[in-house]
């Protein structure tokens, strides 16, 4: 009953989204990337830039506090006003990195020719470069010179494709189609959080019946189904078996103990890397489809997570959302740095931020009988929220 799988792993250096442009100094990556930022910006895309420099360089003016505290010692320093942000460090680590670039659509890199990260090879004169890259073959998405033809290439890169630097359009599409690629082949599976103790409930959530028919186990796992590839029920070991029974879908017990919520989101990126994960609780009996609809049609791929606003002010709804696949390592940090709360992770970290679509009824949480009664009473009525 317990799923476990290593497919679909995704593998990035600092983005799901990233695409790495390479060439000899002087063969115009720089260019090019400028006129493709203009298609970007047309298009509405929120990109970043990383450039890799194989000199040495400073990012700071000499005389300035923050030469001064860096000179002075300091590992890192971090400057910012109402409208930008810089933060300098000496180390190489690239994780604060990553946080704050995960809020961006993708990522353009000029350089790191040696990583295995999706790539563009732009040519001037010399093909040497080419050459350099045959162990990176597997990567390179397109090579791009000055002439409308190609140059003679060697026989293992005559199949690649190959545009003029001036074909900005076709540059621009065949970026598109990888990264819509990339779209395609990460599937969304379903996880009912489930495995909660229900103590102020008196008895299990999962088996109260708001309606004559079906236990709400069931009814949030038929939510799920239209929107996922495989919906899997998230509980703790003495559950497995019940919940099995219950919905007949395979159960993912918790394999990360004693964290709530997050131990069950955790242990299901644990069963199935790779796997972007649609979360919805099973104590949200008025949630409704026209709400998750809208988180699917409106997820942003590029960030860790989509979740919805909360009714209270400056507080999200992290057990109704959509959680990337690059979530898994950046939760494990934020466990070992004292985090835990859903919450406070995901407000730590680069995520998409919804408005429901209706109203904040669907978020409408059974902890109580009296909350029990409540709600029963209100999806019975004429006007009750209809799954």
């Given at each position: 009953m317990t799923s476990h799988g290593p497919e679909f792993l995704i593998q990035h250096e600092f983005h799901n989204f990233e695409i790495a442009f390479c060439g000899h100094s002087g063969s115009g990556k720089t260019t090019l990337i400028e006129k493709l930022a203009q298609n970007w910006i047309i298009l509405g895309y929120n990109f970043a830039y990383i450039k890799h420099d194989a000199h040495s360089f400073e990012m700071d003016t000499a005389g300035k506090d923050t030469y001064r505290i860096n000179q002075a010692g300091a590992s890192a320093v971090f400057i910012s006003n109402s409208k930008q942000s810089a933060y300098l460090s000496n180390t190489t680590s690239t994780f604060p990195l990553k946080l704050a670039l995960s809020c961006h659509d993708f990522v353009v890199i000029e350089g790191y020719k040696n990583l295995p990260i999706p790539k563009i090879v732009v040519l001037n004169q010399s093909t040497d470069v080419i050459h350099e890259l045959e162990s990176s073959k597997a990567q390179i998405l397109c090579i791009v010179g000055t002439?409308?033809?190609?140059?003679?290439?060697?026989?293992?890169?005559?199949?690649?494709?190959?545009?003029?630097r001036d074909q900005i359009n076709n540059i621009s599409d065949l970026i598109d189609r990888h990264f819509q690629h990339i779209n395609a082949t990460t599937p969304l599976y379903g996880l009912v959080l489930a495995g909660g103790?229900?103590?102020?409930?008196?008895?299990?959530?999962?088996?109260?019946?708001?309606?004559?028919?079906?236990?709400?186990?069931?009814?949030?796992?038929?939510?799920?189904?239209?929107?996922?590839?495989?919906?899997?029920?998230?509980?703790?070991?003495?559950?497995?078996?019940?919940?099995?029974?219950?919905?007949?879908?395979?159960?993912?017990?918790?394999?990360?103990?004693?964290f709530g919520p997050v131990g069950g989101i955790l242990s299901a990126m644990r069963a199935h890397p790779g796997a972007a994960w649609m979360v919805l609780a099973v104590d949200l009996p008025l949630m409704d489809n026209d709400t998750l609809e809208h988180l699917v049609e409106s997820r942003g791929r590029g960030h860790y997570a989509t979740v919805y606003q909360s009714s209270h002010a400056h507080f999200i709804e992290p057990l109704c959302g959509i959680y990337e696949p690059k979530c898994y390592k950046a939760f494990l940090n934020l466990l070992g740095s004292g985090i835990q709360c859903p919450t406070s992770m995901l407000k730590s970290l680069g995520v998409k931020i919804l408005t429901p679509p209706n109203s904040i009824l669907p978020f409408s949480n059974a902890n109580t009988p009296q909350d029990f009664s409540t709600l029963k009473d209100q999806l019975r009525s004429p006007h009750g929220s209809a799954h």
């Amino acid at each position: 009953m317990t799923s476990h799988g290593p497919e679909f792993l995704i593998q990035h250096e600092f983005h799901n989204f990233e695409i790495a442009f390479c060439g000899h100094s002087g063969s115009g990556k720089t260019t090019l990337i400028e006129k493709l930022a203009q298609n970007w910006i047309i298009l509405g895309y929120n990109f970043a830039y990383i450039k890799h420099d194989a000199h040495s360089f400073e990012m700071d003016t000499a005389g300035k506090d923050t030469y001064r505290i860096n000179q002075a010692g300091a590992s890192a320093v971090f400057i910012s006003n109402s409208k930008q942000s810089a933060y300098l460090s000496n180390t190489t680590s690239t994780f604060p990195l990553k946080l704050a670039l995960s809020c961006h659509d993708f990522v353009v890199i000029e350089g790191y020719k040696n990583l295995p990260i999706p790539k563009i090879v732009v040519l001037n004169q010399s093909t040497d470069v080419i050459h350099e890259l045959e162990s990176s073959k597997a990567q390179i998405l397109c090579i791009v010179g000055t002439s409308l033809k190609p140059p003679p290439l060697p026989q293992w890169a005559v199949e690649i494709p190959y545009l003029n630097r001036d074909q900005i359009n076709n540059i621009s599409d065949l970026i598109d189609r990888h990264f819509q690629h990339i779209n395609a082949t990460t599937p969304l599976y379903g996880l009912v959080l489930a495995g909660g103790k229900s103590k102020r409930m008196g008895m299990d959530k999962a088996q109260l019946m708001y309606t004559e028919s079906l236990n709400q186990l069931e009814i949030t796992s038929n939510l799920l189904k239209p929107y996922c590839q495989n919906v899997f029920i998230s509980a703790r070991n003495e559950q497995e078996h019940l919940y099995h029974e219950m919905a007949k879908l395979d159960v993912i017990s918790d394999s990360f103990l004693n964290f709530g919520p997050v131990g069950g989101i955790l242990s299901a990126m644990r069963a199935h890397p790779g796997a972007a994960w649609m979360v919805l609780a099973v104590d949200l009996p008025l949630m409704d489809n026209d709400t998750l609809e809208h988180l699917v049609e409106s997820r942003g791929r590029g960030h860790y997570a989509t979740v919805y606003q909360s009714s209270h002010a400056h507080f999200i709804e992290p057990l109704c959302g959509i959680y990337e696949p690059k979530c898994y390592k950046a939760f494990l940090n934020l466990l070992g740095s004292g985090i835990q709360c859903p919450t406070s992770m995901l407000k730590s970290l680069g995520v998409k931020i919804l408005t429901p679509p209706n109203s904040i009824l669907p978020f409408s949480n059974a902890n109580t009988p009296q909350d029990f009664s409540t709600l029963k009473d209100q999806l019975r009525s004429p006007h009750g929220s209809a799954h």
